[in-house]
């Protein structure tokens, strides 16, 4: 099918790749100049494991360009995938969804779907097919919810071999491309209609948020009370009814979709009258989690003046070089203000860090550049790497093997019989 991906971030730009991979014609069209010259020369904008490799291999079948004009022209299916950041009254905003809307009403030349892929409140479907109407009459267009389920690190796996893809739609006729669509792909498909998709999305979403907040209070007791989150965690894990997987307690979830979407919905239920109370808790919950090392270390050793203080990972989870709301964020800004010197090292993050801190921090090379003569060391995010030191490096590198793992990367008895002062969460 010949396919236009509005959008060309984390969603837009592995969904188009994979459509490729699966046999369709794409094109993929993003305002930003700069990031479809760095996608022609086959360069991928973003890090995403697999991603640049599936690029390369289906090259002859996206095209990259910045004409949104010629890019919806001739097209079947036009999926917009797009961001939609949070407002300051915690809403999504939606005028990039519409941005785009605007240009597919201006630009079609034959009927077609637009799906949403973009992650929207519930009802924006209805708005975004109303409004194509409005300023196309002359085309049929149809609107389709498709939200995505895509992590990042995973995102090409997650969108090739996903568990389920939702289409939510209104008629027979364009829940049957969509269906066409994602036939090749094997993967079961489940419709609904269009109000449902877009809720299976937050709901997903927002239910894991909770599930990671859940625990990671769950982990708070177990310090008072002398148990150990990791067996507590494993004894719930096993029971299917549970399930095994969020179930890691840390220094609380990040990145671009559980902030924010926990808050959209809250948003969406208190104007509704029918406030989310969990969802609210979850967030309360995450915010205090996130500075809660940084609340030890400081109770610790009263101030953190001129200590020379390692940090271990930057981004808000391994193998993205992504930073929204990362841990880091909060934690960064206030080791600054106690007057520590920081010491960083992330594999793939440092790069994005340095545009919001250029010079307020030290980039080192290597985790042992980072933990050379360290006072104390911050774990904050858990990449493979850090998760596979020998602990004996903390104690041949640092002036004092202070380790406070956000991550809960290492055993703490191993970490002890290294004579390491090991403080980790819910252990
Ligand atoms: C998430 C959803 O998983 C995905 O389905 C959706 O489409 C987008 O949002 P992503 O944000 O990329 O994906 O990462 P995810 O792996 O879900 O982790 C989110 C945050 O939760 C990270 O900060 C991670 O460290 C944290 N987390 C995750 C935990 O603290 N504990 C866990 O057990 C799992």
Same mark, same amino acid.
């Given at each position: 099918m010949k396919i236009a991906m509005a959008g060309t971030g984390y969603v837009g730009l592995v969904t188009a790749v994979c459509l490729a991979?699966?046999?369709?014609?794409?094109?993929?069209?993003?305002? !930003?100049e700069e990031k479809i010259n760095t996608l022609n020369s086959l360069v991928s904008p973003i890090y995403e494991p697999g991603l640049e490799e599936l690029m390369k291999q289906h090259q002859n079948q996206i095209t990259y360009t910045t004409d949104y004009t010629s890019a919806y022209k001739n097209k079947d299916v036009i999926f917009i995938g797009v961001g939609t950041p949070e407002k300051k009254d915690g809403s999504a905003n939606l005028d990039y969804v519409f941005a785009v809307a605007k240009q597919i009403a201006e630009s079609i030349d034959q009927d077609c779907i637009v799906v949403v892929k973009s992650t929207v409140p519930i009802g924006t479907n209805d708005k975004v097919e109303s409004y194509l109407k409005t300023l196309n009459s002359k085309y049929r267009i149809d609107v389709v919810s498709n939200p995505e389920f895509l992590a990042q690190g995973t995102a090409v796996r997650d969108t090739l071999h996903g568990e389920r893809i939702v289409i939510g739609a209104e !008629? %027979? &006729?364009?829940? %049957?491309?969509?269906? &066409?669509?994602?036939? +090749?792909?094997?993967i079961p498909i489940l419709t609904m209609n269009r109000r449902s998709a877009e809720m299976v999305k937050y709901a997903s979403n927002d239910f894991l948020a909770l599930k990671i907040s859940y625990v990671n209070e769950i982990a708070n007791l177990c310090e008072s009370l002398g148990a150990n989150i990791t067996d507590v965690t494993k004894g719930m894990g096993m029971d299917s009814r549970i399930g095994n997987k969020f179930l890691q307690a840390g220094i609380g979830y990040g990145g671009s979709c559980f902030p924010k979407d926990t808050k959209a919905l809250h948003w969406l239920s208190v104007i509704n009258d029918v406030e989310l109370k969990t969802v609210k808790a979850a967030i309360e919950v995450n915010e205090r989690q996130k500075i809660k090392l940084y609340e030890k270390a400081l109770k610790q050793f009263g101030d953190l003046k001129q200590k020379k203080i390692a940090i271990l990972g930057l981004t808000f989870k391994p193998n993205t070089d992504d930073l929204r709301d990362a841990p880091s964020l909060d934690n960064v800004p206030l080791l600054l203000d106690q007057g520590a010197n920081l010491y960083a090292y992330d594999p793939v993050g440092m790069n994005n860090f340095k545009q919001k801190f250029p010079t307020e921090l030290t980039y080192c090379s290597s985790v042992e550049e980072a933990l050379q003569?360290?006072?104390?060391?911050?774990?904050?995010? %858990?990449? %493979?790497?850090?998760?596979?030191?020998? +602990?004996?490096?903390?104690?041949?590198?640092?002036?004092? +093997?202070?380790?406070?793992?956000?991550? !809960?990367?290492?055993?703490p008895s191993v970490m002890k019989q290294h004579g390491i002062t090991y403080i980790s969460i819910g252990r």
């Open positions: 991979h699966h046999g369709h014609v794409v094109t993929c069209v993003d305002t !930003n !008629n %027979e &006729q364009a829940m %049957e491309i969509l269906k &066409q669509v994602y036939l +090749p792909f094997g003569d360290a006072d104390v060391c911050f774990i904050f995010t %858990e990449w %493979e790497v850090f998760r596979k030191l020998d +602990p004996s490096i903390f104690t041949s590198t640092m002036k004092s +093997p202070i380790v406070y793992d956000g991550r !809960n990367c290492y055993d």
